[in-house]
């Protein structure tokens, strides 16, 4: 599903960002990715919807390699994968049902297979009750359960989180945990960065630690292993 083969990747101010990292995720695979601020965490998950290019290595998702992909198919790739981003990054002047079947009108979906769909992902999150809101009439682990929603209606084989609870409150916070769970249930391969210690520790799940751009620990079921 997810395959990194010696994976370097140097910014031209001369940071190797990740050092010869190789890493095999399977199908259906839940995956914690930790380790501490400007470890290479971050252009690890970016890689893996070509928001960054190796600078050498091979990356593959969902069967197409990254490394060699023209950038006129990036969207084609993204059609596969759900990102959902600490920030959210909802359109502010659409609705909530908007905001979700904005994914499927690009690809030109019909309407009646957006309707059932968009009406399905948003029961799925807990807001079928707030479809005719604005982003702003939301509160930010509501606009977080939008963002999964819109991530999730192409029926994606693999979902990256990147910090997905990093502005969120603990309660909230819990509440997306449940949310990914039961995607991941359905089948989704999730791939969530995060500092958070507790989530970590309290739902257990493969954990991939990177420090100096290299994968320094890989098991299963493991621990956060960092203070704080």
Not at 7 to 24: F, L, R
Not at 196 to 214: D, L
């Amino acid at each position: 599903m997810i395959q990194m083969s010696n994976v370097i990747k140097k910014y031209p101010n001369g940071v190797v960002a990740t050092n010869g990292i190789s890493v095999n995720i399977k199908q259906g695979e839940f995956v914690y990715v930790v380790g501490p601020s400007g470890a290479g965490k971050s252009t690890f998950i970016k890689l893996m919807y070509r928001e960054e290019k190796p600078t050498s290595g091979d990356v593959i998702v969902a069967g197409i390699n990254l490394t060699t992909l023209k950038d006129s198919r990036v969207p084609y790739l993204r059609r596969q994968l759900g990102v959902v981003f600490q920030d959210f990054k909802l359109l502010p002047r659409l609705t909530v049902y908007e905001n979700v079947a904005f994914a499927l009108e690009v690809i030109e979906e019909q309407p009646s297979v957006i309707r059932k769909r968009v009406m399905e992902v948003l029961e799925l999150v807990g807001l079928k009750h707030k479809v005719r809101m604005l982003p702003n009439e939301l509160s930010g682990g509501e606009q977080q359960r939008v963002s999964i929603a819109r991530s999730i209606v192409n029926r994606p084989k693999v979902l990256i989180a990147d910090e997905p609870t990093g502005n969120l409150d603990p309660d909230t916070s819990w509440e997306i945990m449940n949310i990914f769970e039961e995607i991941n249930r359905q089948g989704t391969t999730i791939l969530m960065a995060t500092h958070n210690r507790e989530i970590v520790n309290t739902i257990r799940k493969r954990v991939i630690a990177i420090e100096g751009g290299m994968i320094v620990r890989d098991e299963y079921g493991g621990d956060y292993g960092y203070e704080g």
